[in-house]
């Protein structure tokens, strides 16, 4: 078993490979080989009873892609993308990579032909929606993004599901939850404050609210998005059908009830390092993004969230901190 | 006002520019000149009283759309496109014109830059849909086409959608009903015996209907479609928001519907040229169609439908018969 992971310098993809040098197995074969692949280098890999090769370079060129699909791995996570607020400031860089990356890689798969057809995983987002929205998003419910970034993920939807439904790849697309608590360094992504506002209490640093406590978010923690992954690549597509893009489950929670959260597991003096600091650019991003999805599709088919947001605390503190407060 | 016609050669592009050769209008404005542009020699231009030029060439070159857009046409009408039968024969061919020809044009108008920001009519189709359907599809229902025609025409809506939103173009794509009576000879189209049972009897010849007159189907008359066209080039966008895709109106009935039409109109001597020969393979695709839409929004914009299927019938004797049974 041959696993490649593109994107796998970023937070899920290092998560990922990590899960596998732990238990060495995928879709119940013993993996020989992982390529991690990125368009910069990724920190080392973990320790590992098999090969772990590493392969620099950018999918926009086709020639990276054909070069990656050469060695026809047998699973392939997509993870690699210009996030959200470069699509919208760079717009060719992002369709560059965005959308003509994955076709390049479509295309690699295509073109070996024969009977090669890789199992593929492919990480989108729920940006694919774009407001107004019901109160929960069904799975029927049409993507209109409202940004490059959205669309270039919705289309890439389309695409994995053309080609799967031709027998190019055995192709699925995941709309990843926001992925919460993300570990490190707090960043000044939009979305970055639902992470903050945890992660520096649980340490004693201070955290910057700028939304009011009862915006509504979709919630995954990086070990519940890893196993959507992973279960992705297991599950047998004939229960799945032409549908091949999935809204993931996740947990719905205000901020207010993550705070309170938090003062469950550490105590009201992690409350306290929260700080309101209204931000009305932020605000307004936020209130563009859906809140709740009814995942019906996802559950059905064995895909979890965590069980609450106390939660996806308790696996920041026991995956980030080694367990301790 | 210079009007650019992609698929000039096609059916509807054909009655577009024979409309504007008669009104000389768009937009409240003269028409000064007309690009008719397909990938194979259009039927002679109809006399008008501007300027009609023709040109020919394959838009999955990007070459030849950056040529058509140079001359910044004022308003782009884009109804080019491997038919669904063909994309899904020759997937290089679909993809190559259906989708990248598209971008090739969205393209070209790009990198004009300035304040260049043409209207951008783009014909998609109900193939974006894919069955199992609700009832009634409303304009929320999510696309998951089942052909690589379908496809690529969800992609193309997506694109549209974007380019309009970051204000490279004023577009719009309307997903048109099936048009019906097609005029010309009977042809081996899976939907063509929608048209065929009207279009022979009228003038005294058989028909063949391949399924059960059970069949629910959705209709425009080629009339009802080029108005629309005219309409989406004509209305102020800023009603439409940035979901810039749109079911159009339509009409929806049975076979026996459209047969009991015929025989209002043409009489039970017409009816009795209609054999019917069960044929299972063009029941199981035309199964897989959307019979039925709730066009709410295009309603409200002022898009209209026709009237019912006599309607239809008698557009068709109008346009294509001189008015004689």
Redesign the interface.
Known sequence: MHVLVIGAGGMLGQKLVKTFALTGKLRGQRISRITRHDAVLAPPPPVSAFDIQTQIGDISHSEVATKLIAERPDVIFHLAAIVSGEAEDN?EKGYNVNLYGTRHVLEAI?LIGGSYCPRFLFTSSIAVF?APFPESIE????????T?YG?QK??CE??I??YA??GFIQGLSLRMPTVCVRPGKPNKAASGFFSNIIREPLVGHEAILPVSDQVRHWHASPRAAVAMLIHGAEIDLTQVG??RALNMPGVSCTVAQQIAALGRIAGDKAVRLIKSVPDEAISRIVAGWPSRFDAKRALALGFKADEDFDAIIRAHVEDELQGKL
């Open positions: 717009f295509r774009g799975d029927t419910y049409f993507t209109t993004p409202l490059s669309t919705a289309i389309l695409l599901s053309d439904r031709r032409p549908r």
